[in-house]
T-cell receptor, first 112, second 116 residues
Framework: DQQVKQNSPSLSVQEGRISILNCDYT??????FLWYKKYPAEGPTFLIS???IKDKNEDGRFTVFLNKSAKHLSLHIVPSQPGDSAVYFC???????????WGAGTKLIIKP | NAGVTQTPKFRVLKTGQSMTLLCAQD?????MYWYRQDPGMGLRLIHY???????AKGEVPDGYNVSRLKKQNFLLGLESAAPSQTSVYFC???????????????FGAGTRLSVL
């Protein structure tokens, strides 16, 4: 039973355009969500997070949107750059539980 | 600024052999985790530790053991390796606490293990 789903295994976007990565979850107890980025042969690195008390969090070119009623979050990257080509993981946690539940990842390819 | 260091980076084992993966962190983090990542799947938690001398089972603990004798080290052991344990293993650490905002995890570069 996948509690965190990233339904797009891969996404190809033109350099300079917007990249939108999606994540759905099923557990209504999740109250904190994180996005990680992973390059080949490296470990995941933290990118941006959002608490369930917010619906948007911005950090430079990266914005995460949370729609609690739809149990859906998305990561927007504007503008997309070649260095953004990586696998992006969505993860979620519930208060009082320090474990993260991970999606399967979306491979983002930025085309020049 | 080493962060989280995993050794070895690569290893090939024969079925039935044993090995230990070492994870070391220099951030004074309380919590440490071992994950495995398989193709098409997210990271799955094997075991974790919420402090020196403590360990607990995660989602997929069977076939693995762990120890946290020192705060900065977290060891993952395979007593009798099986082909199903072929995977990429990641160690992570975090400051700890039960609220999500304290649970940003920092990862090592991974160990790629093949069991033949």
């Amino acid at each position: 039973d996948q509690q965190v789903k990233q339904n797009s295994p891969s996404l190809s976007v033109q350099e300079g355009r917007i990249s939108i990565l999606n994540c759905d979850y099923t557990n209504s107890m999740f109250d904190y969500f994180l996005w990680y980025k992973k390059y080949p042969a490296e470990g995941p690195t933290f990118l941006i997070s959002i608490s369930s008390i917010k619906d948007k969090n911005e950090d430079g070119r990266f914005t995460v949107f949370l729609n609690k009623s739809a149990k859906h979050l998305s990561l927007h990257i504007v503008p997309s750059q070649p260095g953004d080509s990586a696998v992006y993981f969505c993860a979620a946690s519930a208060d009082s539980n320090y474990q993260l539940i991970w999606g399967a990842g979306t491979k983002l390819i930025i085309k020049p | 600024n080493a962060g989280v260091t995993q050794t070895p980076k690569f290893r090939v084992l024969k079925t039935g052999q044993s090995m230990t993966l070492l994870c070391a962190q220099d951030m004074n983090h309380e919590y440490m985790y071992w994950y495995r990542q398989d193709p098409g799947m997210g990271l799955r938690l094997i075991h974790y530790s919420v402090g020196e001398g403590t360990t607990a089972k995660g989602e997929v603990p069977d076939g693995y053991n762990v120890s946290r004798l020192k705060k900065q080290n977290f060891l993952l052991g395979l007593e009798s390796a099986a082909p199903s344990q072929t995977s990429v293993y990641f160690c992570a650490s975090s400051t700890g606490g039960t609220s999500g905002r304290w649970n940003i995890q920092y990862f090592g570069a991974g160990t790629r293990l093949s069991v033949l």
